[in-house]
């Protein structure tokens, strides 16, 4: 039997393990293609955790917000370029993507007469950035939601094969 972790700063990989209840042991013998050790180095950050481990993880713990961290926080390419997910409700984020939505209908006709020249006057500027804020909330709330069901997946409340169509 496994001893129960005391660390104060615990890694998102061991938070995840620790949430479904597992021992490093269970979970090397879970995962297969990783093994105990392994684990424990990439919890402890004495090696540096590989895309593949954590994909494994994500399964295994029922955890898919981990890739997503994986990426906004230990990827040189994600750190740039991915936005940081945040877990919520299935209610919050449909009504902010509602909100963001109606929010965007408004802009729409603002957003055809600025591109309409091909270019963002500086006297256009600042109901672009508007637009840009709203249209950057919608794709927030949109990987928000593949969160929420990619979670929902993995903890069995939805079928697989049904959302891999979509």
């Given at each position: 039997m496994g001893r129960k972790s005391t660390r104060e700063n615990k890694t998102a990989y061991q938070l995840a393990r620790e949430k479904r209840g597992l021992t490093i042991e269970k979970a090397g013998e879970a995962l297969g293609g990783l093994t105990?050790?392994?684990?424990s180095k990439i919890e402890n950050g004495s090696v540096h955790v590989q895309p593949e481990d954590v994909?494994?993880?994500?399964?295994c713990y029922k955890a898919p917000e981990l890739c997503n961290y994986?990426?906004?926080?230990?990827?040189?390419?994600?750190?740039?370029?991915?936005?940081?997910?945040?877990?919520k409700s299935f209610?919050?984020?449909?009504i902010e993507t509602?909100?963001?939505?109606?929010?965007?209908?408004r802009l729409s006709n603002r957003l055809l007469e600025i591109v309409e020249d091909g270019q963002?006057?500086?006297?256009?500027?600042?109901?672009?950035?508007v637009i840009k804020s709203t249209l950057d909330k919608i794709a927030?709330?949109?990987?928000?939601?593949?969160?929420?069901?990619?979670?929902?997946?993995?903890?069995g409340k939805l079928d697989r094969e049904l959302f891999s169509k979509s």
């Open positions: 105990s050790d392994r684990i994909v494994l993880m994500a399964e994986y990426c906004t926080h230990e990827c040189a390419i994600g750190e740039k370029t991915v936005e940081a997910v945040e877990i209610a919050q984020i449909a509602l909100n963001s939505l109606n929010k965007m209908t963002v006057r500086p006297d256009e500027s600042d109901d672009f950035l927030a709330s949109v990987s928000a939601l593949q969160l929420w069901v990619d979670r929902q997946i993995a903890e």
